[in-house]
């Protein structure tokens, strides 16, 4: 009997071209729709209506993105197969949801950023991301793609953790670059380069960009569709998750010991 499955899945962007599917290249889309028509779980992603709950650009992670596609495959034979015939994307949970849902209608996106704090002045971050939020006119903070550029954001915020900074913001939906661009901003400002007031003046109409922050550092942590999922870890995640732990540490280790001599 066919069945309509939400997954929840992770992926280090570094390793894709972008989440969508496009010609000749790696997508997180087309290793997704791979694993699922290699299992049987589908035949193409027209029939299957598969479909992902957020886009994300070239070398942008995820934590909790969401597929969507009819199937008839074993519920709980399901998480263990795609992660066996999935090279890089990690998947963890699984709900069963109604014909009529939308992977693309959350209630919430969360991101998160990462930067490192040397020259940052938190206090200055965290009021340059309190002017983002609530409802804007974001065009000059994103590529609008023809798209309406009206977006409300339901917080944004910033803390210093250790020798990182940690910027989260939510909300419903994001426009291309949205988040990076308004992490550059943060950046202006934290470092001391540009004005509140500057940005403030960009958010009201004035013609101006402060560039585009890295995408590898941008992290899509979760999005709420208000769906209960279950979570597995079948022996095949967890081998592929303790290896990603294993390379994190030596490359930590690299890094710090690289700064010592540099030190």
């Known amino acids: 009997m066919v069945w309509h499955a939400a997954v929840k899945l992770a992926y280090d962007g570094r390793l894709f071209m972008g989440s969508q599917r496009q010609p000749c290249v790696r997508t997180v889309e087309s290793e997704t729709m791979e694993a699922l028509r290699k299992i049987g779980a589908i035949e ?122 940690v910027i989260d913001v939510r909300g419903r939906e994001f426009l291309r670059n949205m988040v990076r661009r308004m992490v550059a901003a943060l950046i202006e400002v934290g470092s001391g380069h540009v004005s509140l007031e500057e940005v403030s003046s960009v958010l009201n109409g004035e013609d101006r960009c402060f560039g585009l922050a890295p995408a590898e550092q941008l992290i899509l942590m979760d999005v709420d569709h208000g769906v209960e999922f279950t ?12 290896a990603y732990h294993a390379d994190a540490l030596s490359r930590s280790a690299f890094i710090d010991g690289l700064r010592e001599r540099l030190a």
């Not at 020259?119 to 804007?136: N, Q, T």
């Open 44 to 165: 193409s992603a027209s029939s299957s209506h598969l479909r992902f709950a957020s886009r994300t650009d070239r070398g942008v992670s995820a934590l909790g993105n969401v597929a969507a596609f009819n199937t008839s495959f074993d519920r709980a034979a399901l998480l263990k197969a795609l992660n066996a015939a999935s090279p890089d994307v990690l998947f963890y949970a699984w709900a069963e949801v109604p014909e009529t849902f939308s992977a693309r209608r959350a209630r919430q996106r969360w991101y998160r950023y990462l930067l490192p704090s040397d020259g940052l002045d938190v206090e200055l971050l965290a009021k340059c991301a309190a002017l983002f939020e609530g409802r804007h006119d974001f065009k000059r903070f994103c590529r609008p793609d023809g798209r309406p550029t009206v977006r409300t954001i339901d917080s944004f915020h910033v803390v210093k953790d250790g020798g990182a900074m």
């Open 231 to 242: 979570a597995h870890c079948p022996a095949t995640l967890r081998r592929k998750v303790a």
